[in-house]
């Protein structure tokens, strides 16, 4: 059963935001980017991008898991998620900003070497793996069954528009990175935007419950 167009579209623009607030990642893609090129930007970005989908497969097979065991620990899991996301929220408005990116990025290596560092990096990041699972339950409809496959589909989602913003970033990453050290506090508001959506999401868990 696929998900339905409205969760797939609140998520996506929950997303979209989240990405696009300032992080090591995209960062990342905007110095190597800047130093090495648009085609090097590109590559690590889209592994970055594509490191999301093992975090995607752990969350779908440990909400599955709890699912299986027990609705009321998929009920303690998206309780806990909720105020995971209100501590990073409060964490992101709280940031002072001053964003700026490194132009020296990573050694010259050739495409397929930068990809897979990207993807590597991503890959092996514990907190990337704690905000999947925190994340992507906030967007699934127990009630709707078949938890593991709504999870799948959210993880591909926002694994599709990481690559999408990603291999942007890195196109256009000249013109992003140069804009973002001239405006150094440019992500102070993004960080506000993705705060506020940290912060929305726990809150609106622990009303409906």
């Known amino acids: 059963m696929l998900i339905t167009p409205e969760q797939?579209?609140?998520f996506l623009g929950v997303a979209v935001a989240i990405t696009?607030?300032?992080?090591?990642?995209?960062?990342m893609v905007l110095g190597v980017?800047?130093?090495r090129g648009r085609r090097q930007g590109m590559a690590f970005g889209l592994g970055c991008a594509l490191g999301c989908?093992?975090?995607?497969?752990?969350?779908?097979?440990g909400v599955s898991a709890l699912i299986a065991a027990s609705p009321l620990a998929f009920g303690g899991l998206k309780l806990l998620g909720g105020l995971y996301l209100v501590w990073l929220g409060i964490g992101a408005l709280r940031s002072r900003g001053g964003a700026s990116v490194d132009g020296a990025g990573l050694p010259d290596d050739s495409l397929g070497k930068l990809f897979a560092k990207g993807l590597f990096a991503n890959s092996i990041n514990p907190k990337v793996v704690l905000f999947f699972l925190s994340f992507l339950p906030q967007f699934v409809v127990a009630e709707r069954g078949d938890v593991s496959w709504q999870t799948a589909q959210l993880g591909l989602i926002f694994t599709a528009q990481?690559?999408?913003?990603?291999g942007l970033l890195g196109y256009f990453s000249g013109a992003v990175g140069k804009w973002i050290?001239?405006?150094?506090?440019a992500g102070l508001w993004l960080d506000r935007v993705a705060g506020t959506i940290f912060v929305g999401l726990g809150v609106r868990l622990m009303v409906a419950r």
Request: net charge positive; with cysteine.
């Open 8 to 10: 797939a579209i609140a």
């Open 20 to 27: 696009a607030s300032p992080g090591p990642d995209n960062l």
């Open 33 to 35: 980017g800047m130093s």
């Open 53 to 61: 989908l093992s975090h995607t497969v752990l969350a779908t097979l």
């Open 162 to 166: 990481a690559c999408l913003l990603f």
């Open 181 to 185: 050290n001239r405006h150094p506090r």
